[in-house]
């Protein structure tokens, strides 16, 4: 029986929580908004007095936050509430399942290395769906012996687990995922846009190009229009499975990248740039799927 800690219980972290508690190991969870541990503790999971309290005593500890600036405060002590490298034992592996700068990233499992511990960054594709039903994608970055060492635990909330390279890897490919995703579901809206003022009938257009080239996952699953797909938040006033806050900050992550790498995206950067156009609309807590009624408007 392994104590396993859980930093960061929000939309996506606990159901992930949630989950380990189905497993024969000691959950232990901490979060800055108590109610968040206390409703995990009436689950069966103990509460972390703070941050120091889940590295002294965890074999494993998972973080699930926010920001770049967030995992770097828990993890190197910059946080009023001490610091993960500082205090968790030797040879604790740490799984930062956050999305966060490829280069910080990087650096954190680096500055793991000198203070004896194991570090893999093994963020997420899958929503809030994906984190309730154990179904995420883990795409994990480090060494392939760590990435073994954690893969039961992630097995526990998710389906497939990919070890995508060396640190840093598994966020790189989540910022290209998600950067291409961003890219289809404008393209997929405007598509419906178009068919509208064409008068074709969107049932019959869904039907045509999720069975030839058009198909994708943002048409077959994840339909931004109401009607075709049942379980997509455009049938459920598009309440997120993944806001287009979260979605506008992977985007920023993906544009620093190409930055810093002199790669052109101009269609990621077009995306990036719609998406901080529509949340600063008011709409970062809509889903991403949304952006379908930015960009009618904008015909107008």
Not at 42 to 48: M, P
Not at 53 to 66: E, G, K, R, V, Y
Not at 182 to 192: H, L
Request: glycine share 8%; proline share 3%; with cysteine.
């Amino acid at each position: 029986m392994t104590n396993i800690g859980f930093i960061g219980l929000g939309n996506m972290g606990f159901p992930m929580a949630q989950n380990l508690l189905k497993s024969e190991h000691n959950i232990i969870v901490y979060d800055i908004r108590e109610e968040n541990s206390k409703k995990l503790q009436n689950c069966g999971a103990k509460r972390g007095k703070n941050i120091v309290h889940i590295a002294n005593n965890c074999d494993i500890i998972i973080s699930m936050l926010p920001s770049t600036k967030d995992v770097k405060e828990i993890m190197l002590g910059k946080g009023k509430n001490g610091a993960i490298f500082a205090n968790s034992k030797e040879n604790s592996l740490i799984i930062d399942c956050s999305s966060i700068d490829v280069k910080a990233s990087r650096e954190l499992a680096a500055k793991a290395k000198q203070n004896n511990l194991s570090y893999i960054d093994a963020p997420v594709s899958g929503g809030v769906m994906g984190a309730k039903n154990a179904c995420l994608t883990f795409m994990c970055g480090g060494e392939k012996n760590d990435f073994l060492r954690a893969l039961p635990i992630l097995k526990l909330m998710g389906k497939n687990i990919i070890h995508a390279g060396s640190a840093g890897s598994g966020q790189a490919a989540k910022i290209c995922n998600n950067m291409l995703l961003a890219i289809s579901m404008i393209g997929v809206s405007e598509a419906f846009n178009l068919a509208d003022s064409l008068g074709l009938d969107r049932q019959k257009l869904f039907d045509i190009a999720s069975n030839s080239s058009g198909q994708c996952w943002s048409l077959n699953t994840y339909c931004p229009v109401p009607g075709p797909v049942e379980t997509a938040p455009s049938n459920n006033n598009y309440r997120p499975g993944f806001s287009a806050f979260m979605m506008l900050k992977d985007l920023l992550l993906s544009q620093n990248a190409a930055d810093e790498n002199n790669i052109i995206t101009p269609l990621g950067r077009k995306a990036k740039n719609l998406y901080e156009d529509f949340v600063a609309g008011g709409n970062g807590e809509t889903d991403f799927s949304a952006i379908i009624k930015y960009l009618r408007r904008l015909e107008n």
